[in-house]
Nanobody, 113 residues
Framework: QVQLVESGGGLVQPGGSLRLSCAASRSIFNAIMGWYRQAPGKERELVATITTGGLSNYADSVKGRFTIFTDNAKNTVSLQMNSLKPEDTAVYYC????????WGQGAQVTVSS
């Protein structure tokens, strides 16, 4: 079992920045870490994933604005979100997959003026 604890959500104005972080209770070595999001009335969608080797993948909608990175020593994955738009408003979920998949509890991100 892996517990994932997210932090860093909140309310931000359009064009602003936020950083989400997720701490895993177990080593992230050889795991795929990532962030997904779910907006009201929509399905959960991929935002970004990264391997501990540093290979990353982004949804087209966030490329150039979001950056995913890990701290392997601290077993954390973070998502730096810049140039935020109202359509980025969603609950963001941390994701961990190695032998099995695990999800965090979700962090609300609201982009509004």
């Amino acid at each position: 079992q892996v517990q994932l604890v997210e932090s860093g959500g909140g309310l931000v104005q359009p064009g602003g920045s936020l950083r989400l972080s997720c701490a895993a209770s177990r080593s992230i070595f050889n795991a795929i870490m990532g962030w997904y999001r779910q907006a009201p009335g929509k399905e959960r969608e991929l935002v970004a994933t990264i391997t501990t080797g540093g290979l990353s993948n982004y949804a087209d909608s966030v490329k150039g604005r979001f950056t995913i990175f890990t701290d392997n020593a601290k077993n954390t994955v973070s998502l730096q979100m810049n140039s935020l738009k109202p359509e980025d408003t969603a609950v963001y979920y941390c994701y961990y997959r190695r032998a099995a998949a695990y999800w965090g509890q979700g962090a609300q991100v609201t982009v509004s003026s």
